[in-house]
């Protein structure tokens, strides 16, 4: 509008806000695991050629990278009482034994079968599957070289006598230590789209054409794509607010019931039950009258009587004509 001086003003209108902001978008990140095993720690990729080997199939994706040691092997120990034994001990026994942290430990331990034992008086061979796990890939040569070692056995045995609290243990059977190292992946996209895991022949493949590294035989586990949400908020529903949902009442509501119906009628009486039926009473037939002979005056039957009554009537007739 114009004012008296011709200068110009103009009126800015800014829109409420409303809500949050909304927040910036995520991408989808894709988590798997690859694994292989090797002679020597040392063998293994440095982390930056581990991600360059992912990487060179996503384009402009983020790709981080984790890398591990682990170092297994199986001890055993002969005609040992099996309650003296459980993972917590075990754990404790072996990383005494090699100088790493009880949370780098992982032990199972199983004992004969227990049938075998009651009648062994709790006596029993124990087996316990040890790994134990370090990122640093000289810990890793040194924990694989003392297993291997003639000693270990010796070292084993004080540290579980430790931990046991047995006055004897025999020295446990080592076997050979394997050696794998590990290499967790998360791939962040750089779109909506969550990035495929790549085979383990394509992470070969990749690593395969740098100088100086060995060969290595993959095996990728624990694929897990996880998508992000999506970077706008989803739209409500037709009809839909975001006003708050009424809650519910503590006290239960009270539901109205009907009145019993009455009954119809007064209740039948029951019906008594007939008298019994008394039996019948024996009955004498009467002899029939035994009849008298023709001649005889006072014993002549009524239609003897009345024949010879209407034979003097016909006669008396006759006689009048």
């Known amino acids: 509008m114009m004012n008296e001086t011709n200068e110009t003003e103009f009126t800015l209108v800014v829109p409420p ?3 949050q902001p909304t927040p910036a978008p995520t991408f989808p ?41 682990t170092v297994s092997t199986v001890l ?25 942290l009880a949370e780098n430990v992982k032990c199972t331990v199983t004992c004969g079968a227990l049938r075998l034992r009651r009648l062994a008086g709790g006596m029993g061979d124990v087996s316990v ?4 796990t370090t990122a640093d890939s000289s810990k890793a040569n040194e924990v694989k070289a003392a297993l291997a070692s003639t000693t270990s056995g010796t070292a084993l045995q004080s540290a579980f006598l430790a931990e046991t609290g047995l006055t004897e243990l025999p020295a446990p059977s080592v076997q050979a230590p394997n050696l794998m190292f590990a290499v967790t ?51 409500l529903p037709a009809g839909a607010t975001h006003a708050p949902t009424w809650t519910p009442s503590s006290a239960p509501t009270m539901v109205q019931t009907e009145a019993p119906t009455a009954a119809t009628g007064a209740p039948t009486a029951p019906t008594a039950a007939p008298a019994p039926t008394s039996p019948p009473s024996a009955m004498t037939t009467p002899a029939p009258p035994t009849p008298n002979t023709i001649g005889s005056e006072s014993g002549a039957p009524s239609s003897f009587r009345l024949s010879v009554s209407a034979v003097a009537c016909a006669i008396a007739l006759a006689l009048l004509q």
């Open 17 to 19: 806000t409303t809500g």
């Open 29 to 69: 990140t894709t988590a798997f695991t690859i694994k292989a095993t090797i002679s020597n720690a040392d063998d293994a990729p440095r982390l930056s050629l581990l991600e360059n080997a992912v990487k060179a199939g996503c384009g402009g994706c983020t790709v981080t990278a984790t890398r591990v040691f």
């Open 76 to 100: 055993s120990f002969s005609n040992v009482p099996c309650d003296s034994f459980d993972e917590a001990k075990a754990i404790a026994a072996v990383a005494a034994a090699y100088g790493v």
């Open 129 to 132: 599957d040890a790994e134990i």
């Open 185 to 235: 992946y998360a791939i962040e996209s750089d779109d909506n789209t969550a990035v495929e895991v790549p085979s383990a022949e394509t992470i070969s493949t990749q690593l395969s054409v740098l100088p100086g590294l060995p060969t290595f035989n993959f095996v990728v586990t624990t694929p897990a794509p996880t998508p992000s949400p999506s970077p706008a908020p989803t739209p």
